[in-house]
């Protein structure tokens, strides 16, 4: 659908303005808008575009409770969580039929059972057994800078290594696609393939950088506990236990800093959440652009006026985006 002519875009609706998030799945892409979310993929076999469309009706996306500062940061975590896995649950099982491959309820909570268990051993559980051998003295500054470096270098590292995997590089494309249709959307251009294309890979508010900040915050939160000289039970558990609240510290200041981007410090200390992003983050084929303007248009549909061939494709509000620059701050994470 062509977009509306210059100054024919509808406005957003009346309040605070919502800036849009998402994130890649299997051949495909999620889009989270103001009162609904859709999930569009692509059939390998027909290349043809199915898109599910569902409404956020819980009260983790409409009670203002879920809006409060340092709350917002774990309501954020907790829709990944939910609506995230339960978009890729649905890319997956997409492309599992497509390929007569059967994906039932068994094998995909199995798949997250092992997902959950090897990410805490691997961030959790071996960081803190290489500062042990290093620092020693567990209620330490040391040791919890020197946990804090083991867990980043994982975290890239595993990063690095899986974008080599075929099947990953596709999804990091498509996440390259979410990031660019916003991207061009928040910076009021056209959302048509070739205007998408020419906005930038990186976003402040994306995941992959608010996972650096958490990084980060989790070393000065956890240097706090070292001075209660812990034991090494209490240890474990409270870098279990102090999810929530690394959480909701880390999404306060990212979002601090994508509000005040143009303040030169902000801008300094932005750029490694942005770069950051180029680990998981790829150049996206026209297609795959196509998916996520497909996503973000659906999403969209109850937000904006429709006509009778549904959704109206507007520019979006007015703003400016040079190419490859930081986008305007927001909220939520792309």
């Not at 997250?112 to 290489?130: D, E, N, R, T």
């Not at 498509?174 to 393939?193: C, Q, R, S």
Request: aromatic share 8%; proline share 8%; hydrophobic share 45%.
């Amino acid at each position: 659908m062509a977009p509306l002519p210059e100054g024919e875009a509808p406005p957003e609706p009346a309040g605070e303005p919502f800036f849009y998030g998402g994130q890649a799945v299997v051949e495909g892409v999620m889009m989270r808008g103001r009162s609904h979310y859709a999930v569009a993929a692509r059939l390998p076999s027909t290349r043809e575009i199915v898109v599910k469309r569902g409404e956020l009706t819980a009260g983790l996306y409409r009670h203002r409770f879920w809006k409060l500062p340092l709350v917002r940061g774990l309501a954020l975590l907790a829709e990944q969580l939910h609506l995230g896995t339960r978009c890729l649950m649905w890319s997956a099982s997409v492309n599992a039929g497509d390929l007569d491959v059967e994906l039932g309820r068994r094998e995909i909570a199995a798949s997250l059972a092992v997902a959950v268990v090897g990410s805490l051993v691997l961030f959790i559980g071996l960081p803190l057994l290489g500062a042990g051998l290093v620092a020693h003295r567990s209620n330490s500054f040391w040791f919890v800078v020197v946990e804090g470096l083991i867990r980043v270098g994982l975290v890239l590292g595993y990063l690095a290594l899986i974008g080599m995997v075929r099947d990953v590089r596709r999804v990091f494309q498509y996440h390259g696609a979410e990031h660019k249709t916003i991207n061009a959307f928040e910076a009021g251009w056209p959302l048509e393939v070739p205007s998408i294309r020419r906005a930038s890979l990186l976003h402040p508010r994306c995941g992959t950088g608010f996972l650096l900040v958490v990084l980060v915050v989790s070393v000065l939160v956890f240097s706090l506990v070292a001075f209660l000289h812990p034991s090494w039970p209490w240890l474990v558990a409270s870098r279990i236990l102090g999810v929530p609240v690394i959480a909701g510290i880390s999404y306060e200041c990212i979002r601090l800093l994508a509000r005040h981007q143009r303040n030169p410090v902000a801008h300094v200390l932005l750029l490694p959440v942005l770069y950051t992003q180029k680990f998981t983050t790829r150049e996206p084929e026209d297609e795959m652009l196509e998916v996520a303007l497909a996503a973000f248009n659906a999403a969209r549909e109850g937000d904006v006026p429709t006509t009778s061939k549904g959704p109206v494709n507007d520019p979006g509000p007015p703003g400016r985006q040079p190419r490859g620059g930081i986008p305007p701050s927001g909220q939520g994470a792309a």
